[in-house]
Structure formats: structure tokens, C-alpha cells
């Protein structure tokens, strides 16, 4: 095999791997995210926070990723009257996002 085959072999991996793991940071994301509506905002117990958690998830497979998670969880907020701004969810969702990220990096030995 020559070089460039072996360079090009190389990229794919990095790519397969950087897909993998921008999905496994979304998925987290979306967990602890849903985590922290279900319990810092619903004040759910831990098995309610579980299930409400596994919902957010399917939401943002069903819904137009981060745009669709938030608008839907904001409008079923506003829906049970708990205030909470679509700048504090989006805000969490970030935080969540860097929560994630640094979970999954600890985890791959990366950091």
C-alpha cells in the first residue's frame, strides 16, 4: 500500500472516530440536559428524571436537532405554566453540551 492510500485510510478513521464521538457528546447532552429539566425545574424524583431524561433524547432525534429540542421543551413548559425562558434553556443545553464533552474526554483518556 503506498502513501497515499495509507493517508487516505488515516483521514476516514479520523472521520468515523470525530462522527462517533460528536454523537456520543449529543447523546450525553441530551441526557443530562433532560436530567436537569426533569429535576432542577419539574422536581422530579430520580426514576421520573430517568424516564423524562429518555424522552428529551427521542425529542431531539424527532424534532430539527437543538432548535426543535428547545422549542418543544419550551412550549411544553409554558403549557404547565413553569416560567423558563428559551435563553436559560438554550444556555443549559450549552453547559450540558460542555458537561458532556469533558465526561466522554475523562472516559477516552483524552484529557
Do not use: P
Request: hydrophobic share 40%; proline share 0%.
Amino acid at each position: 500500500m503506498d502513501g497515499f492510500n495509507q493517508r487516505k485510510l488515516a483521514f476516514e478513521a479520523k472521520y468515523h472516530h470525530d462522527e462517533e464521538m460528536m454523537f456520543r457528546v449529543t447523546s450525553r447532552r441530551n441526557h443530562l440536559f433532560g436530567l436537569w429539566i426533569a429535576q432542577d425545574i419539574l422536581g422530579y424524583d430520580e426514576e421520573a428524571a430517568e424516564a423524562y431524561a429518555q424522552m428529551v433524547i427521542s425529542i431531539y432525534f424527532s424534532s430539527a436537532g437543538d432548535a426543535g429540542l428547545i422549542s418543544k421543551i419550551h412550549f411544553d413548559l409554558e403549557k404547565i405554566q413553569i416560567d423558563c425562558s428559551q435563553h436559560r434553556l438554550e444556555k443549559a443545553l450549552l453547559n450540558c453540551h460542555d458537561q458532556a464533552r469533558e465526561e466522554i474526554a475523562l472516559e477516552e483518556g483524552i484529557v
